[in-house]
Structures are given as C-alpha cells and as structure tokens.
C-alpha cells in the first residue's frame, strides 16, 4: 500500500484532503466514543450473563432433583401419560431488540399459575416439579437473550475497534502524509516562482 494518495499537488487538491481529513478525523472520534459504549456495554452484559448463568443452573439443579423424586414415587410411565395432556406452564414472547445500532431478540416470558391435572395416581411432589420446570424454562430463555446480545455485542465491538485500528493507522495518516506531500511540493513551487521572478527581475 503507498505511503499517501496519489493525487496532484495543487492547491485546490490541498483544501480538498484537509476537508476529507477533518471528515475523518470526526468520524474517528465518533467511532471511538462508540467503541467505548460497546465495550462498556460488553462488560455490562457479561456481568449479567454470568449471574444469570449460576441462576439458570441453580433452577436446573432444583427442577431435576424434583423430578427425581416424582419420578421415584409415580414411575416415568404415569410422569410420560400426565405430560401429553398437561397445561401450558409458561407464556413467552420474542421480541426485536435494538441498542447501539446492534439486532437482537428480546424475551418476554412469564410463569403461568399452575392448572390442575389429573388426581388419580398422581403424587404432590408432581406440582413441585411442573413450578421448578416453568421457573428453570423462564431462566433459560432470559439467558438465551443475554448470552445472544452478548455475543452481538461483542462482535459489532470487533468490527467498531477495526475500523477504528483502520482509521487511525493507516488512513488518516496516509492523508497526513499526502497533506504534508502537497503543502511541500506548493511551497517547492512558491519558492521556485519567487526564484523565476527574481531573476526576471534583475535582468530587466
């Protein structure tokens, strides 16, 4: 890649690159203040994502030893028959989400009350394992959004922190230099202009 742009040393090329430079040099600055807000947004999200990570495993742990005990006092076959008929448990809507520019869906979900089902051959310990199920499914699909918008986040970060990398490494200085190239060879010019007319003027 050449060390500046290949355009001719003319004055009107000169205020042209300073225009196009303080363009850049804005859009940095805004691209910069954006990385910023997704980095932060970033460390936010992560934060949030690990709690709920230990929540959502702690209600799978909770769920599973419920069902365990269902299990030993009703059989998988009774737990199998109950579940074909069994009520809904949760109420869930998915969303489109938008922060920083960056896509991704919400989660809406609610636990529903418990409906009754059928009584004959069916053990308390039942109703404990449908709420801990519900509870562990609404933790589930909230760490689901997280850990999406998590993973969004951090790659329009990546994509933010290269533009901004591009920018200030290799094209703002390459306009930098070519600006220095041109104010040089004008003033070279100035010079050489000055020099002609001396000249003319003491031959004349």
């Not at 636990?111 to 004959?120: D, F, M, T, Y």
């Not at 051959?121 to 509870?135: K, V, Y």
């Not at 951090?154 to 930098?176: D, F, G, M, S």
């Not at 070279?188 to 202009?193: C, F, G, I």
């Amino acid at each position: 890649m050449q060390d500046r742009l290949n355009i001719p040393p003319t004055k009107s090329s000169l205020l042209d690159l300073k225009r196009r430079l303080e363009f850049l040099n804005e859009g940095y600055r805004l691209l910069e203040r954006k990385r910023e807000l997704l980095t932060r947004l970033v460390y936010e999200k992560l934060a949030e994502y690990r709690q709920m990570s230990r929540s959502t495993r702690a209600a799978m742990t909770t769920a599973y030893r419920w069902l365990s005990i269902t299990q030993m006092r009703m059989g998988s076959h009774r737990i199998q028959q109950l579940a074909i008929g069994m009520p809904q448990a949760v109420e869930a809507n998915v969303l489109p989400r938008q922060n920083m520019s960056v896509q991704y869906p919400s989660v809406e979900i609610k636990k529903l009350p418990l409906l009754p089902v059928g009584i004959l051959a069916t053990d308390a310990s039942l109703d404990e394992t449908r709420s801990t199920f519900a509870d562990m499914i609404v933790r589930a699909a909230q760490l689901a959004e997280v850990e999406t918008a998590l993973w969004r986040l951090l790659e329009e970060q990546r994509k933010t922190q290269k533009r901004v990398n591009a920018l200030r490494y290799n094209v703002i200085p390459r306009y930098e230099r070519t600006i220095s190239y041109v104010e040089s060879a004008l003033e070279e010019e100035e010079r050489n202009t000055l020099f002609q007319l001396k000249v003319l003027g003491e031959r004349s």
